[in-house]
């Protein structure tokens, strides 16, 4: 029997007015932390950038449900906005990308897209892809054996999909029933590898029953599926019943990085068409048809968020650089056990010791 809830879908989700304008902003805000930053790496402030553009909202519905404080996150070099979404700010993301000496995700240490935090919970990958998908069930095996309820959650693409950590880390899950949500975002290309060409089948949540554990595909653009998905995986994490793989089909809206032109690989009536896919307006279409968004309250929300950017853009560069000193902070012990300083090495090719 068809159901009679004329609800809005947001509600049946139990998500409020005030939830998906939040989820909105969000959206809207990581989106113009991305283009402030092109605009920076072309301006030679920042050396390099991977986008996010077009995976903003599965990003934020998949890590809407997740606990701040409680829960963990293990991001992959696209989530500027499941890492501001988790709790980074757009200070953070930038003054990451700046490698600025206080940068909350590795002191500068680290290359652009390396997110991280420890105030929250949220691990910094490391550059081979795919391993912070084993962390995040290092962390769900820790909360597991201490009885903590705590779920983590982790991102990669369709391409790091086929890496063979992420087949030990889904297989430990399944096996040891741990609270994990593994998040697949799928934009359909791995740098310049189309789908078709690098994932056998065409799903990476099909691989899901070998491991034991529901595999969902959802549409990436749409912001409400996405975190249903989430909800409900979290839902199940929290309850004991143990992993979910979730397949967002995303488009990227962007080049690979600002090292890639996708031109060279993907015909511009195909790029040209992923506009129509855009979460940003679809979402915002959905929220005006329910009489959620109003002209006046996007053009208030949109200017807050250029406000924000701009002061953000601005403190972070005005921020402290790196000092030689800081080199060695987190490589060697200090004091280092014996006695002693750490003593750098002597320069390469130096006159003959």
């Keep these: 029997m068809a159901s009679t809830d004329t609800r809005p879908r947001h509600a049946e989700l139990g998500l409020g007015d005030a939830d998906v ?14 283009e402030r930053m092109w605009l920076m790496q072309r301006a030679g402030k920042i050396a390099f ?11 934020v519905a998949t890590s809407w449900p997740m606990r701040k404080g409680t829960d963990w996150m293990a991001p992959y070099y696209r989530s500027i906005a499941s890492a501001m979404t988790f709790g980074m700010s757009a200070e953070d993301i930038i003054t990451a990308h700046l490698a600025k000496g206080d940068d909350v995700s590795s002191g500068g240490r ?5 997110y991280g935090g420890a105030p929250y919970n949220i691990i910094s990958l490391s550059s081979p892809v795919g391993t912070q998908v084993l962390h995040a069930v290092g962390i769900a095996m820790g909360a597991w054996v201490r009885g903590d309820d705590v779920v983590a959650m982790t991102s990669f693409g369709e391409g790091t999909a086929n890496q063979g950590e992420i087949h ?5 899950a ?6 994990v949500i593994f998040v697949c975002e799928n934009n359909g290309y791995a740098i310049s590898v189309p789908l078709e060409r690098q994932v056998a089948g065409g799903s990476v949540a ?3 029953a070998g491991y034991g554990m529901p595999g969902v595909v959802v549409d990436g653009g749409d912001v409400l599926a996405c975190y249903g998905a989430a909800k409900e995986a979290h839902d199940r994490a929290k309850r004991g019943e143990g992993p979910t793989l979730i ?8 080049s ?21 896919r855009d979460p940003i307006p679809m979402f915002a279409n959905e929220l005006r048809a329910n009489g959620i968004l109003t002209d006046d309250g996007e053009e208030t929300m949109r200017a807050e968020v250029k406000a924000e950017v701009n002061e953000a853009s601005k403190r972070a560069e005005a921020r402290p650089e790196p000092t030689p000193d800081d080199a060695h902070e987190r490589v060697y012990a200090d004091p280092i056990p014996g006695g002693g300083t750490a003593v750098p090495l002597a320069p390469v090719g130096g006159g003959g010791q």
């Design 206 to 208: 099909a691989r899901a």
């Design 174 to 179: 399944g096996v040891h029933n741990l609270p």
């Design 21 to 34: 304008l939040g989820m909105y902003r969000a959206m809207l805000l990581a989106r113009a932390v991305d």
């Design 168 to 172: 030990e880390a889904m297989n430990f």
């Design 247 to 254: 397949e967002a089909r995303v488009v990227r809206l962007t």
């Design 49 to 59: 950038i991977i986008s996010g553009q077009g995976h903003e909202g599965a990003q």
């Design 110 to 114: 680290q290359m652009p897209g390396h």
């Design 256 to 276: 690979h990085s600002s090292d890639d032109d996708q031109r060279r690989y993907r015909d511009p009536s195909e790029v040209e068409a992923l506009k129509e």
